[in-house]
């Protein structure tokens, strides 16, 4: 399991690229992370398909502390079932100030590897959590979740 | 998400993408602002609170977490915090899976944690840190007298504290790279090195190293690579630089050629330090530590380093380098192993068959050569053979 602590630092990158470059820069910054940093699944999701997907962030959750998780594929589309935001909780249980659009990272960051892989992402719910899905492309709107 | 798990990961990417996107000072101002004042406040709030016994606990606590095997030594009456790192977790990270997308991960821990001390009336003695994972430190407060410890877990006793590059730090202030130059920066380094010639000539181990074209246009200032430098295959002289290659098994030659020359007369050995390579214990050969290319190279967006890929051989980072040196370069002997001859190496016999090692690749080849040839524009003259191989790929 990880440091927790970490999570401090994700918040307060956030903060600081608002704060000094504004949202725009933001956005890229969680988008290119995204494409860049995570090419290696994107790579592997846009190969395997939903299964690999779910069971990519099913192994990612498990190592993330007091995360509660589920992840669920239905016909092509991945359903995940956050529970419990691991970053949230821990941010919330040391007092930290949480950045109000932190939930925004997982928008355009998994935003970005999901694009790149054929998918569109799409979240409900936040700031503890969240219901998150990756719905192929070329697939019909299924309705807000 | 972006989880906890990978993130020294993406923090060594958001340096780079800081660095890229706004500059060398964007990342300093990131850790002092984001790090140090915010992300790790609380070091600063139990450090007010109970001085150097809070910073321990805070970093004892910070240990445990992230399963740090390190040791903090406290003496309060000599008014001195020692760390003792023999594997960090964090570059560990990077090391293991691979990853160097920004000049210098080691250097956010200077970044954050001088500017923490600062704000709680503490400072940095001293520091060093080899880039492989072993560093260590004392920190003390200012207003107190304060005295060295010496303990029997210095890192430096460690037969792992041989690896790699060294930056040191006494009194706060960061120390030369090399003791015979100013800069504390290795991209300032290899600049300074390389300033007193216009012109270098980069040479491969390939048979057009020696045909009548290079022989023709070699010029005075030659960059080599380890093997050259060791056997004289390719080049007679004294190099002005020696590239020294991630799996080299020329060491000991290399320091005996090295040692063996005038100190005057030697030239600037130099290694690409790659994440995912074993790291070269050179101390223990007796050279000196190379200084390190891959800053410069990042720096000049002429190399990205791709998790899991093929990188490029020796001596296109050779060539790569003389293109971020902004030198008048020639290159030669660098044949993509397909030279009519059939020799890979000058002096070898002909095979007719080179099979590509795993951690290279005819297309790493081409695709970096091409883009350091295009950011060199009209400045490099190319050996005929090499320019129709990348003709034709």
Known sequence: MSAPDFYFAINATARHILEEYGKDVLIDYWRSLGREYYRGRIVQWREGGAAVIAEDWQQYFLREPNAVVEAAVDGEIVELDIRTCPAIKHLRDSGRVILDCFCEHCDHTCGAMAEAAGYRFERAGGMGSCRQRFVPITHKTMGAI | ?393
């Open chain 2, 1 to 393: 998400m972006l989880g906890c798990q990978d993130f020294c990961g993406y923090y060594d990417w958001t340096f780079h993408y800081l660095r890229r996107k706004f500059g060398q000072e964007a990342v300093h101002k990131f850790w002092i602002q984001a790090i140090a004042l915010d992300s790790q406040s609380h070091y600063a709030a139990a450090g007010l609170e109970r001085g150097l016994a809070g910073l321990y606990d805070t970093w004892v606590k910070t240990g445990v977490e992230e399963k740090c095997d390190w040791t903090f030594t406290l003496d309060e009456a000599k008014n001195v915090l020692r760390l003792d790192m023999r594997e960090c977790p964090s570059k560990g990270f990077l090391l293991k899976n691979d990853r160097n997308a920004d000049e210098d991960y080691c250097d956010h821990c200077i970044g954050w944690i001088d500017p923490a001390l600062q704000s709680i009336g503490a400072e940095v003695a001293s520091h060093e840190h080899n880039h492989c994972g072993q560093c260590w430190w004392e920190m003390r407060m200012k207003d107190r007298p304060h005295e060295s410890l010496f303990v029997d877990v210095d890192i430096r006793k460690d037969i792992r504290w041989q690896r790699g590059f060294l930056d040191r730090w006494r009194e706060g202030v960061a120390l030369p790279v090399l003791a015979r130059q100013a800069p504390t920066d290795p991209c300032d380094v290899l600049r300074d090195w390389f300033s007193g010639t216009d012109q270098l000539t980069v040479l491969g181990r390939g048979p057009s190293a020696l045909d009548s074209w290079t022989i023709g246009r070699i010029g005075d200032a030659v960059i080599v690579t380890d093997p050259t430098y060791a056997t004289h295959d390719v080049y007679e002289g004294e190099p002005l630089g020696v590239l020294i290659g991630d799996r080299s098994t020329q060491l000991e030659a290399v320091s005996e050629r090295f040692n063996k020359t005038d100190p005057d007369h030697r030239p600037l050995l130099m290694h690409m330090f790659l994440p995912g390579c074993p790291m070269i214990d050179f101390v223990s050969v007796g050279l000196p530590r190379p200084v390190p290319i891959l800053p410069l190279l990042i720096r000049h967006g002429l190399y990205t380093h791709q998790s899991g890929l093929p990188y490029p051989t020796t001596g296109v980072f050779a060539l790569m380098l003389a293109v971020a040196l902004s030198k008048h370069i020639t290159v030669a002997g660098i044949d993509l192993y397909k030279h009519p001859s059939g020799r890979v190496y000058n002096g070898e016999v002909a095979t007719y068959k080179f099979t590509w090692p795993n951690w290279h690749s005819e297309a790493c080849e081409t695709t970096h050569i091409s883009a350091a040839l295009t950011k060199a524009g009209k400045s490099v003259r190319v050996h005929p053979r090499l320019e129709r191989l990348l003709r034709d790929a």
